[in-house]
């Protein structure tokens, strides 16, 4: 009898596994398997080496200088900055617009930054940002301040893709901590008004803790998104100009699809891969345990 | 009996239409530029009866087709379209038919083969050309403000001076998108303050980047970045646009313009005073090894680079031929004034196209920052030697 029900989730497993097996664990064992070859098929670190001496990952020089500081940097600065601002943002749009009349309209909104596909979202950054056609440059002209086009510069074109970003991403934020908060018993919020506490207070001591769970997903999503950027630098600025807005992703497209290095190329992906399962599996523990 | 005729006729059709060959050619021209293709392929199918299918596929994205294809044995088509040095990559590698017997090098220009070939073997054709001659104008606004093509150095200085008198503040449109048309800019800087032979010697890497023979040239082009008589760079359709409207009075590009303008007639181009030369890029095109249909691709193959396919297709305005038997008579009159600006100097092919790769990425991003950032001129030599290794 056991057997024979073995067997039947066999039978419907079987094929998702298979798929998995072809698509998803044999291109990686072979991904990590490239990286500690050379093009030959003799064991190697020099990909290695290569890969994490070179100046495009890490370059000493940009801290003096500016930017590119490589993208090792670039990726870290792009989770330093994006990371906090689109939490941030989506926590506190979603508890402003609580209950507001009209809100589903005001969110969808806001949220269509996260229907667009990145390489369209890539396309509208790097228009919002123009010197001539540009909604930044509109705004800063109207208000008398300096304009250009902010990603063709080495210092500006990073942070335009980063808060460029930021405005696509929030609305992923938004609409978790939105639905989070319609989770929270209303009776928390008037036993703490019954006690005399703020709306401050209430919202430190009850909607921030409550929210926890919702706050590690959207805090290991995200992560995972800036460790793995690459259709948005791709189409804004190649990465450029002069590296400052390159990424590990491009870097890794670059390796393999201009140098036509592909072990190179496998270096920087176990090398996101490995990053994004330590991000990721203490986040999930996190939760796991909440 | 009318019925067993019929399975027959049938049957015949049904072999027919099964062992018809239809070839795919694959090239990057879409809309317009598409359009004036077509007659080419149309012109080939009357003449031998195989049909023929055009499929668009950019350079960019078949760089990151084509490898996995060849790995897996395959090829998406019969006749590609393709950067020369990728051409000359995968040659070598043994994914690319040698056409050595088809092509003659004697129908071409002199060099216009070099890009594509390994040795005595001969891995793709020249397919029509375009030149990047100099700095294009409109002829109405050099009349309206008494303006004159320069023929020094000092001239050309003085011409931009002008400009910027009249109020052009940034008398020089530069294009952008992934950073070609500045290379375009450089190479010509490049060729004029160097030499013809400097561009070769970079393409096969001979001379480095950080030799006094660039820099000398370099810092003339970085001069008139430094006075900001060149634009930040946008994306090149785009100040095309504002150019013509005229946002801009000059603007650098290859011969291609002739065909993106609503009044071709009111162009006007000059090159650097003292260029000896003159960027000539030909499209190149190859047989994949793996195609299912060897000799009607190289039929193909010989029909589009022959005097007659090429004259089609200059017919249509905004390609030059590589094809030395194309008469002058074949071209719109637009085209045939950039053809007979090649007269008298020496045709080099393109610096980045030749060596390709990391490269020629490289190149692209390192002039936009040169653009924006002209006192970085140092390291941006440093890092095009270190990527040319």
């Known amino acids: ?290 | 009996m009318l019925k067993k005729g019929l399975m027959i006729l049938a049957i015949v059709l049904m072999a027919m239409v099964g062992l018809a060959v239809t070839l795919t050619v694959i090239g990057p021209w879409a809309g317009p530029e598409q359009e004036a293709f077509m007659p080419v392929l149309k012109a080939f199918e009357e003449e031998t009866g195989i049909e023929v299918e055009y499929k668009v596929y950019r350079a960019e994205d078949l760089a990151n087709l084509l490898p996995a294809q060849f790995a897996a044995r395959r090829a998406p088509g019969d006749v590609i379209f393709m950067w020369a040095s990728f051409i000359r990559e995968y040659g070598k590698k043994g994914h690319i038919m040698d056409v050595s017997s088809v092509i003659d090098p004697d129908w071409y220009l002199a060099g216009a083969l070099d890009p594509v070939q390994v040795g005595n073997r001969l891995y793709g054709a020249a397919y029509t050309a375009k030149v990047k001659p100099g700095f294009w104008y409109r002829k109405s606004l050099f009349k309206k403000y008494g303006l004159k093509p320069p023929k020094t150095w000092d001239e050309f200085l003085a011409l931009l001076r002008t400009l910027r008198a009249v109020g052009f503040k940034t008398p020089i449109a530069s294009g952008d998108g992934v950073g070609w048309p500045l290379s375009d800019v450089t190479e010509h800087f490049l060729i004029t303050f160097g030499s013809p032979g400097l561009q070769k010697d970079l393409i096969e890497k001979k001379i480095s980047w950080q030799s006094n023979t660039v820099r000398y040239a370099m810092e003339k082009l970085v001069s008139l970045l430094k006075e900001g008589y060149f634009s930040e760079p946008t994306e090149w359709t785009t100040i095309l646009q504002q150019w013509w409207r005229g946002d801009y009075a000059l603007y650098f590009m290859g011969s291609w313009i002739t065909g993106m303008v609503d009044d071709p007639s009111d162009l006007g181009v000059f090159s650097l005073p003292g260029a000896k030369g003159m960027v000539f890029g030909a499209d190149y095109a190859f047989i994949p090894k793996y195609t299912k249909h060897p000799e009607e691709a190289k039929k193909l193959l010989a029909f589009l680079v022959s005097e007659k396919g090429q004259s089609l297709q200059v017919a249509q305005g905004g390609h030059i031929a590589t094809n030395k038997y194309v008469k002058l008579s074949a071209y719109p009159p637009v085209d045939a004034e950039v053809a007979k600006l090649m007269e008298g100097v020496e045709l080099l092919p393109d610096l980045d196209d030749s060596i390709g790769g990391a490269f020629q990425m490289a190149f692209w991003d390192q002039l936009k920052l040169l653009w924006v950032r002209p006192e970085r001129l140092d390291t941006v030599l440093k890092v095009l030697d270190e990527k040319l290794k």
């Not at chain 1, 808060?163 to 639905?179: H, N, P, R």
């Not at chain 1, 319609?182 to 703490?192: C, G, L, Q, V």
């Not at chain 1, 805090?219 to 450029?240: N, Q, R």
């Open chain 1, 1 to 290: 009898m056991r057997r024979a029900k073995l067997s039947h989730y066999a039978f419907f497993i079987l094929p998702a596994l298979l798929l998995l097996a072809a698509f998803v664990v044999y291109p990686s064992l072979r991904t990590i398997y490239l990286s500690f070859v050379d093009e030959e098929g003799k064991f190697t670190l020099a990909g290695y080496k290569e890969v994490f001496t070179s100046r495009d990952t890490f370059d000493p020089e940009g801290f003096k200088r500016g930017f590119p500081m490589g993208t090792l940097i670039h990726n870290l600065l792009w989770i330093g900055i994006h990371l906090p601002l689109s939490v941030f943002l989506g926590l506190l749009l979603a508890v402003l617009l609580k209950g507001l009349p009209g809100v589903s309209f005001i969110k969808s909104v806001i949220f269509l930054g996260m229907v667009m596909p990145m390489i369209v979202g890539g396309v509208m950054i790097r228009f919002m940002f123009d010197g001539n056609v540009g909604v930044v440059n509109m705004f800063l002209k109207f208000l008398g301040l300096h304009t250009q086009t902010w990603t063709a510069y080495p210092e500006t074109a990073l942070l335009s893709l980063i808060f460029g970003s930021v405005w696509l991403w929030t609305g992923f934020s938004m609409v978790l901590y939105s639905a989070g908060l319609e989770t929270i018993p209303k009776e928390f919020y008037e036993a703490a008004a019954i006690d005399g506490a703020s709306r401050f207070r209430m919202f430190f001591n009850i909607t921030i803790p409550l929210l926890k769970p919702i706050t590690v997903v959207v805090v290991t999503m995200t992560l995972l998104w800036e460790l793995k950027v690459f259709d948005i630098v791709y189409v804004a600025t190649m990465g450029g100009p002069g590296g400052a807005s390159n990424v590990l992703a491009l870097q890794m497209y670059s390796y393999a699809f201009r140098e036509f290095n592909f072990n190179k190329s496998a270096v920087v992906a176990v090398f996101i891969t490995v990053s994004t399962l330590a991000a990721s599996i203490p986040m999930m523990r996190l939760s796991t345990r909440e």
